[in-house]
């Protein structure tokens, strides 16, 4: 790898780690919506909630919601900031591939 890695430069990393927070505050409230869509839906089919059930549908869609969100913003942050591009495939002389 010749050139210097993206998020080693301070002012590059400034604005990844930036845009990454950014995304994860949207999808934090997009979060909550899903919550509150999910509580009501179950709300309008069950009744009223009993209070461990509206916990542990509350943790378990919000938290479901961000991991896909965290992983899908950590791809973002790979690819804009170029660490795509410098994964060295020191296989890809070894493996053939069928046409």
């Known amino acids: 790898m010749t050139r210097k890695q993206a998020l080693d430069d301070p002012q590059v990393a400034s604005v990844a780690w ?3 927070r950014r995304i994860m505050t ?6 909550i919506a899903c919550v509150c869509v999910a509580l ?3 709300y309008w089919h069950t ?3 009993p209070i461990h059930m509206a916990i542990a ?5 919000f938290f479901t919601f961000m991991l896909g969100t965290g992983l899908m913003a950590l791809t973002f ?4 900031t170029g660490h795509d ?11 053939e591939l069928d046409d």
Request: aromatic share 8%; hydrophobic share 50%.
């Open 57 to 61: 549908t509350t943790l378990g869609v």
């Open 85 to 95: 591009e410098q994964v060295m495939d020191r296989l890809k002389n070894e493996v």
């Open 47 to 49: 009744g009223m909630l």
């Open 77 to 80: 942050l790979s690819h804009g």
């Open 40 to 42: 009501a839906f179950l």
């Open 18 to 20: 930036a845009r990454f």
């Open 26 to 31: 949207w999808m934090a409230a997009g979060g």
